[in-house]
């Protein structure tokens, strides 16, 4: 075998192999098991002033590194978690109600902080939400 035939090969064997490998990280993300919320929580809905721009600010801080600056769940640590760190601008997640995106940003979950604490004043954790509403398609 020429040495150009033996490149080429070990060339695709690698591209095989990092195709292969790639492929179950990123399958392994997309089993996030479902996230239920409360009745009570799905309902809830958001106060008549709630600032979007507030929101840009808390999730530079506190989302971007896991979701990405456009949600798009492409942040920097993204890759090292378990689950995806989803698509916020997914017809899917649009769909949450207020209630939902509320409630799960306040709670967590595994690798999600509860951010309850953390931001602790509802009306920003509310802003957050208004952000989130802006990444729609």
């Not at 492929?23 to 996030?32: E, F, W, Y």
């Not at 506190?62 to 942040?75: E, F, R």
């Not at 920097?76 to 997914?90: E, N, V, Y």
Request: proline share 5%.
């Amino acid at each position: 075998m020429k040495t150009s035939q033996k490149i080429a090969t070990i060339l695709v064997t690698v591209i095989i192999a990092v195709v292969f490998l790639f492929g179950n990280a990123v399958h392994a993300q997309a089993k996030a098991k479902p996230w239920p919320v409360p009745d009570k929580d799905k309902a809830m809905k958001a106060p008549a002033k709630v600032d979007a721009a507030t929101g840009k600010d808390l999730w530079a801080k506190h989302c971007k590194s896991c979701h990405g600056s456009k949600g798009l769940g492409d942040g920097p640590k993204a890759a090292s978690l378990k689950t995806a760190a989803g698509d916020f601008s997914s017809a899917t997640f649009q769909a949450f109600t207020d209630g939902e995106l509320f409630y799960r940003t306040s709670k967590g979950r595994d690798e999600m902080p509860a951010y309850e604490k953390k931001i602790p004043e509802a009306n920003d954790r509310w802003a957050l939400v208004a952000f989130m509403r802006t990444m729609k398609k």
